[in-house]
């Protein structure tokens, strides 16, 4: 089955820096890459998708790119603010056409201080 | 968007009783939902895949007999911990797709379980 590694278990920066986590997946079949924003007892946000047939999406702050020769795929988010701090996980799936079942990654917690 | 919704948020049960968790999804049908599992500071575990009018299919190590899955109608999944144990206590969510060929899940509120 699909097995997806994300890096790193925690980042901290400064307001107004970058953010970047990185994942790789091991299913070459893999065509959809969500990322999802975790606060505390909450359920997962999409933040940003991203498809096989794509190789970068930006959505104002933020990015994601895709290397499907290397299998790994990046979130980049520019101009950090607290309100940014949070949980982040990356996820891969392969959809069918009949679903699509997710394998996440094991998260990144984001800290953005002042 | 779509909206999935999960109740209760948060139970506690006593050890060796039942608990039903239910999943609905309130603005669209949906086909196959399925189940997670997070335990603090960690990832979602993948739990079930619940396919409507037919049984759950369940992922390796989690016990069928344990947590159970119906999902009688295009818009609603239960799962039911069976004879619930303090090890059984987690976030459980859910979560399902708007058609077969739209990837994009739209998660539950999640229920937090604890067993006393």
């Known amino acids: 089955g699909e097995n997806v590694e994300q890096h790193p278990s925690t980042l901290s920066v400064q307001e107004g820096d970058s953010a970047v986590i990185k994942c790789t997946y091991s299913?070459?079949?893999?065509?959809?890459f969500p990322w999802y924003k975790q606060e505390l007892g909450k359920r997962p946000q999409l933040i940003i998708d991203?498809?096989?047939?794509?190789g970068e999406k930006k959505d104002q702050r933020i990015a994601v790119t895709l290397n499907k020769t290397a299998k790994h795929f990046s979130l980049h988010i520019t101009e950090t603010q607290p309100e940014d701090s949070a949980v982040y996980f990356c996820a891969a799936s392969l959809n069918t056409g009949t679903a699509s079942k997710l394998t996440f990654g094991t998260g990144t917690r984001l800290q953005v201080t002042l | 968007g779509a909206v999935v919704s999960q109740h209760p948020s948060r139970v506690i049960c006593k050890s060796g009783t039942s608990v039903k968790i239910e999943c609905r999804s309130l603005?669209?049908?949906?086909?196959?939902m399925f189940w997670y599992r997070q335990f603090p500071k960690k990832s979602l575990m993948l739990m079930a895949t619940s396919n409507e009018g037919s049984k759950a299919t369940y992922e390796q190590g989690v016990e069928k007999d344990k947590f159970l899955i119906n999902h009688a109608s295009l818009t609603l999944s239960t799962l039911t911990v069976t004879s619930a144990h303090p090890e059984d206590s987690s976030f459980y969510i859910c979560?399902?797709?708007?058609?077969?060929?739209?990837?994009?899940?739209?998660f539950g509120q999640g229920t937090r379980l604890t067993v006393v």
């Open positions: 603005d669209f049908q949906a086909t196959t």
């Open positions: 991203i498809r096989s047939n794509v």
């Open positions: 299913d070459s079949a893999s065509n959809y």
């Open positions: 979560s399902a797709s708007r058609d077969r060929s739209f990837a994009e899940a739209f």
